[in-house]
């Protein structure tokens, strides 16, 4: 792999007539001119479909596939010889590699695709590779997705070893290796190997599309993110005209705590997805924007999403291709923005009346069970949390043999509550004991990228309840591991300025009370929280 980088790098001068892709067309819904991103994709289609496709490559790149679509099938009215247009079509039905399981839909539409391109013929050996690659995707005999994932993987290993001067092949590999990775694994090396193939390109290519957006990717785990920080802050000025692009920086924003940023790039792509009509793509971005809203305890802007959700809810259309947020991400946010209001703002009340979905997945519906099990639990009402427990372990069971990242997660779930249920009945030890496995086993696994967060953070919920059980040391151990994930998080904060307090450690809890501010220094409320470390810190010495 590494002969294939500097091989790659050294060849790129080939590619050094990058083109701008469709800056002729107009935004729709505004007066500004389409803005995607540079990108050429050579070809031996028509000279006349030229700016169609590359423009098509670059929504490819910013996963905007609806659009691209869209712009394939353009390619091919004008040039029904054009085979390579097929491979593009074929991973727009893919989607967003890192959103979990396809449908048998996606993968029918997606083999379609490859069985038309391999009948039309491609003019091209490296056409026909790049096509029979995206088929590994969608080989019916497959015995599983990560099968098809691994694959993949190697036909466009191949495709990179076989034309190294081809830019997009080793872009289009890189992405390929990144969606190996597993989420247990936490030595990153695919992720990492992925990195090392982009980060040169980006230094030589600072206005393509895919490079900053597969870097953000690669390092979308919280030991790595602050290595994203520069393709985050670029990516959005690259191709602002894509929804996607506008989102994608807060992935590594929300990983390091940088709140105010994510809620205004996030908000730029709710807007900008409602004028395109993505819309799981805003509800994917008006997620993101609420839990950074209540990062910074500005609860009155959490509020107006919320008053802003069941009309945009009212538009998801299960069965649309969309953009890089599938219509399962829709249905995530749509039950995770009030759970998060909730929970959040420690309304466990407010938590145990959340309204339960009827439409959505297994584990979108297991959102409001969960906090609705945490918030009868935490407000005195464990009989009624235990309904919610046994639905999530119903819940996960639908996933047992379908999903096994997702029934992991549902069950990581079923067992804080369960650890809340014992706590609150009495089982102290029980409940601890029982908060710190589920905390284990969510630290041994990863957020998926639908998600800026867990709802509640187990560690964090293990430092609470050894708070509540007088333990105030081992909060104290609990709440500083959970920031380590989890940085910038308000509760985390405020949680461990507490039990530095109740500990005695007067320096720490000064430090965690001051931290605590500056996350709320934009606050539009008067959480309680926040008077206490005022209170604290005025009377500090």
Same mark, same amino acid.
């Given at each position: =792999?590494?002969? =294939?980088?500097?091989?790659?790098?050294?060849?790129?001068?080939?590619? #050094?007539?990058?083109?701008?892709?469709?800056?002729?067309?107009?935004?729709? *819904?505004?007066? /500004?001119?389409?803005?995607? @991103? /540079?990108?050429?994709?050579? $070809?031996?289609?028509?000279? +006349?479909?030229?700016?169609?496709?590359?423009?098509?490559? &670059?929504?490819?790149?910013s996963f905007e596939f609806s659009t691209a679509i869209e712009g394939f099938n353009r390619v091919l009215a004008a040039d029904r010889t054009c085979a390579i247009a097929y491979w593009g079509i074929a991973l727009a039905h893919w989607g967003n590699p890192f959103a979990g399981a396809k449908s048998e839909v996606a993968l029918q539409r997606g083999r379609g695709a490859v069985e038309s391109g391999q009948k039309v013929g491609a003019s091209t050996p490296r056409e026909r590779a790049y096509i029979d690659a995206a088929g590994a995707l969608f080989t019916a005999t497959a015995a599983s997705q990560r099968d098809r994932v691994l694959a993949y993987d190697r036909a466009m290993d191949a495709v990179a070893r076989a034309y190294p001067h081809d830019i997009e092949a080793t872009i289009f590999h890189a992405l390929a290796l990144n969606q190996t990775a597993l989420p247990t694994d936490k030595t990153y090396a695919p992720q990492l190997a992925a990195a090392a193939i982009l980060e040169p390109l980006f230094e030589r290519y600072p206005d393509h599309p895919g490079l900053p957006h597969y870097i953000i990717h690669a390092y979308d785990h919280p030991p790595l993110a602050a290595r994203a920080l520069d393709a985050a802050r670029r990516?959005?000025?690259?191709?602002?005209?894509?929804?996607?692009?506008?989102? =994608?920086?807060?992935? /590594?924003?929300? %990983?390091?705590g940088a709140w105010q940023e994510s809620a205004a790039t996030n908000r730029r792509s709710e807007e900008v997805a409602l004028e395109q009509g993505v819309i799981t793509e805003a509800l994917h971005a008006m997620d993101y924007q609420t839990y950074a809203f209540l990062q910074m305890a500005q609860d009155r802007a959490a509020r107006d999403?919320?008053? %802003?959700?069941?009309?945009?809810?009212? %538009?998801?259309?299960?069965?649309?291709? *969309? *953009?890089?947020?599938?219509? =399962?991400? #829709?249905?995530?946010?749509? /039950?995770?923005?009030?759970?998060?209001?909730?929970?959040?703002?420690? &309304?466990?009340?407010?938590?145990? %009346?959340?309204?339960v979905p009827t439409t959505g997945t297994p584990f979108t519906i297991a959102i409001a069970?969960?906090?609705?099990?945490? *918030?009868? &639990?935490?407000? @005195? $009402?464990?009989? +009624?949390?235990?309904?919610?427990?046994d639905r999530l372990a119903a819940l996960r069971g639908q996933l047992e043999n379908v999903d096994a990242y997702w029934a992991e997660q549902v069950d990581i779930q079923r067992r804080v509550a369960v650890a809340w249920v014992a706590f609150t009945t009495g089982r102290q030890n029980e409940g601890i004991a029982a908060l710190r496995a589920a905390a284990d086993a969510e630290d041994a696994t990863d957020k998926s990228a639908v998600t800026p967060g867990p709802l509640a953070p187990a560690r964090e919920l293990l430092g609470e309840m050894l708070l509540e059980g007088g333990d105030a040391p081992a909060a104290l151990a609990a709440y500083e591991a959970s920031m380590a994930k989890e940085p910038g998080r308000f509760r985390g904060a405020f949680g461990a300025a507490r039990a530095a307090e109740a500990a005695g450690d007067s320096a720490k809890a000064r430090d965690y009370y001051s931290r605590t501010l500056a996350i709320a220094s934009t606050a539009d409320s008067r959480r309680a929280e926040i008077e206490r470390a005022k209170t604290y810190l005025a009377g500090a010495h």
């Open positions: =792999m590494l002969r =294939m980088i500097i091989v790659a790098i050294a060849s790129f001068a080939f590619f #050094g007539s990058l083109r701008v892709a469709a800056q002729h067309e107009e935004h729709a *819904g505004s007066a /500004t001119a389409e803005k995607l @991103g /540079t990108v050429h994709f050579d $070809n031996s289609c028509a000279p +006349a479909v030229t700016a169609d496709f590359d423009r098509a490559v &670059a929504l490819l790149h990516y959005s000025e690259i191709a602002p005209s894509a929804p996607h692009a506008l989102h =994608m920086p807060s992935h /590594t924003f929300t %990983r390091v999403v919320l008053n %802003r959700l069941p009309a945009v809810t009212a %538009r998801i259309n299960p069965a649309s291709i *969309g *953009g890089a947020a599938p219509p =399962m991400a #829709g249905f995530f946010a749509a /039950t995770a923005i009030p759970a998060r209001y909730a929970l959040e703002r420690a &309304a466990w009340d407010e938590a145990a %009346r959340l309204e069970h969960f906090a609705r099990a945490l *918030g009868a &639990a935490r407000s @005195g $009402n464990p009989a +009624a949390a235990q309904q919610d427990v």
